[in-house]
């Protein structure tokens, strides 16, 4: 995300600050403007330490998917809340359940946490709770920030578990959904529940004259609509095998062709990448970008075996598309070698699959022919 800087990195994961989060920090300190710089600096520290409790939230969905295998590429702090953006969200509702779970309990646990704090210096003597609320209603003070933090906890809790997509609360609807049904339809019905819900939430938003909660209330209805197409793309790709799927009649190279032929071929034919053989096995890998970068480097008299990359991704022949997607993904990888058992079938890219997924979407009657995006993000 542009205009995004980073501030801080947790478990391998970098934390960046969205550019308008200023905005809300300046709201916060103007809160307290009645009481000079004291005020302001107060404000500032609540919506900061208000953020910090957001960030630990989505930590808690990060740690949690990264123990399921999943990468995640960063933490962004917008003026609206934090998202965690990885590089998927797991199709086994268990492992979807948790990850969307482990949000809201960090936040359970820092309300836990504040109450026992007041509960535990109440005991001693040190505080009291009439004290406390009471000065909780005036100016700043740590009364307040301690009030303050408790409830902001506790909402975050509250809204994030509203059933509805892209929400916590969705998520968890759609994993306990997907145990009893198929993927797609626990989608369908999540998604509508959801919809649902941000519609009652923007009939409140508008009544109430909170524009600000109109505005969320819009934001989820359409990432219901998205998750729903996103899902349907994914069911299509489970339901066929990469074996039937990559391109059988592909040009192949040997290791000792020139670096002419590659660049002949990838002239007449539009193939882009090509397997290397060595006898039926596989050395290497070359792609169209290989070759460019050879010839910008000005290395045009080498061959195959030069420009080739010697690994690529293995996946089996009857893994389904869908499965094929994940392990590039995690891989890192455009390419991936279609093996059946150690006999080496082909190549397959990514944009094998997307084609395969917009094609497999118009047969079965969907009109649209959305992309399988690489990816999820997590609130
Ligand atoms: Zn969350």
Same mark, same amino acid.
């Given at each position: 995300?542009?205009?995004?800087?980073?501030?801080?990195?947790?478990?391998?994961?970098?934390?960046?600050?969205?550019?308008?989060?200023?905005?809300?920090?300046?709201?916060?300190?103007?809160?307290?403007?009645?009481?000079?710089?004291?005020?302001?600096?107060?404000?500032?520290?609540?919506?900061?330490?208000?953020?910090?409790?957001?960030?630990?939230?989505?930590?808690?969905?990060?740690?949690?998917?990264?123990?399921?295998?999943?990468?995640?590429?960063?933490?962004?702090?917008?003026?609206?809340?934090?998202?965690?953006?990885?590089?998927?969200?797991?199709?086994?509702?268990?492992?979807?359940?948790?990850?969307?779970?482990?949000?809201?309990?960090?936040?359970?646990?820092?309300?836990?946490?504040?109450?026992?704090?007041?509960?535990?210096?109440?005991?001693?003597?040190?505080?009291?709770?009439?004290?406390?609320?009471?000065?909780?209603? #005036?100016?700043?003070?740590?009364?307040?920030?301690?009030?303050?933090?408790?409830?902001?906890?506790?909402?975050?809790?509250?809204?994030?578990?509203?059933?509805?997509?892209?929400?916590?609360?969705?998520?968890?609807?759609?994993?306990?959904?997907?145990?009893?049904?198929?993927?797609?339809?626990?989608?369908?019905?999540?998604?509508?529940?959801?919809?649902?819900?941000?519609?009652?939430?923007?009939?409140?938003?508008?009544?109430?004259?909170?524009?600000?909660?109109?505005?969320?209330?819009?934001?989820?209805?359409?990432?219901?609509? %998205?998750?729903?197409?996103?899902?349907?793309?994914?069911?299509?790709?489970?339901?066929?095998?990469?074996?039937?799927?990559?391109?059988?009649?592909?040009?192949?190279?040997?290791?000792?062709?020139?670096?002419?032929?590659?660049?002949?071929?990838?002239?007449?034919?539009?193939?882009?990448?090509? %397997?290397?053989?060595?006898?039926?096995?596989?050395?290497?890998?070359?792609?169209?970008?290989?070759?460019?970068?050879?010839?910008?480097?000005?290395?045009?008299?080498?061959?195959?075996?030069?420009?080739?990359?010697?690994?690529? %991704?293995?996946?089996?022949?009857?893994?389904?598309?869908?499965?094929?997607?994940?392990?590039?993904?995690?891989? #890192?990888?455009?390419?991936?070698?279609?093996?059946?058992?150690?006999?080496?079938?082909?190549?397959?890219?990514?944009?094998?699959?997307?084609?395969?997924?917009?094609?497999?979407?118009?047969?079965?009657?969907?009109?649209?022919?959305?992309?399988?995006?690489?990816?999820?993000?997590?609130?």
């Amino acid at each position: 995300m542009n205009w995004s800087f980073k501030v801080a990195r947790a478990s391998g994961i970098d934390i960046k600050v969205h550019i308008t989060f200023l905005i809300i920090v300046i709201i916060g300190a103007a809160q307290f403007a009645a009481h000079g710089v004291p005020g302001y600096l107060f404000g500032a520290a609540m919506i900061l330490l208000l953020f910090l409790c957001v960030t630990l939230h989505e930590l808690g969905h990060s740690v949690v998917a990264q123990r399921f295998g999943v990468q995640v590429r960063q933490i962004v702090l917008l003026p609206i809340g934090g998202v965690a953006m990885m590089q998927r969200i797991p199709s086994n509702p268990w492992q979807e359940l948790w990850i969307a779970v482990a949000g809201p309990l960090v936040n359970v646990v820092i309300a836990l946490a504040l109450a026992i704090g007041v509960g535990f210096n109440q005991a001693t003597g040190r505080m009291n709770l009439t004290d406390l609320l009471q000065m909780a209603r #005036g100016g700043p003070s740590a009364g307040l920030m301690l009030v303050w933090l408790f409830q902001a906890n506790v909402a975050l809790v509250l809204f994030n578990m509203i059933p509805a997509f892209p929400l916590d609360g969705g998520r968890v609807l759609r994993a306990i959904l997907a145990m009893r049904m198929n993927y797609a339809r626990a989608t369908a019905v999540a998604g509508g529940i959801g919809q649902f819900m941000a519609i009652l939430l923007g009939l409140y938003g508008l009544l109430a004259g909170h524009f600000l909660i109109l505005i969320v209330a819009v934001f989820i209805f359409l990432a219901a609509g %998205a998750e729903q197409v996103e899902s349907r793309a994914r069911t299509v790709l489970t339901g066929f095998r990469v074996g039937e799927a990559y391109n059988r009649d592909a040009a192949t190279l040997a290791e000792t062709d020139p670096l002419d032929t590659v660049i002949h071929r990838i002239l007449t034919s539009y193939q882009p990448d090509f %397997a290397v053989l060595n006898g039926r096995n596989l050395a290497g890998v070359v792609t169209r970008a290989d070759v460019i970068g050879a010839l910008a480097h000005g290395a045009r008299d080498v061959s195959v075996r030069q420009v080739m990359k010697p690994q690529a %991704a293995r996946v089996s022949a009857d893994a389904t598309l869908d499965q094929v997607r994940q392990t590039m993904s995690d891989a #890192g990888a455009r390419l991936a070698a279609v093996y059946d058992g150690a006999h080496f079938l082909g190549l397959v890219s990514t944009e094998d699959i997307e084609e395969a997924a917009a094609l497999l979407q118009f047969m079965n009657g969907n009109g649209s022919s959305p992309r399988p995006k690489d990816g999820g993000v997590v609130v």
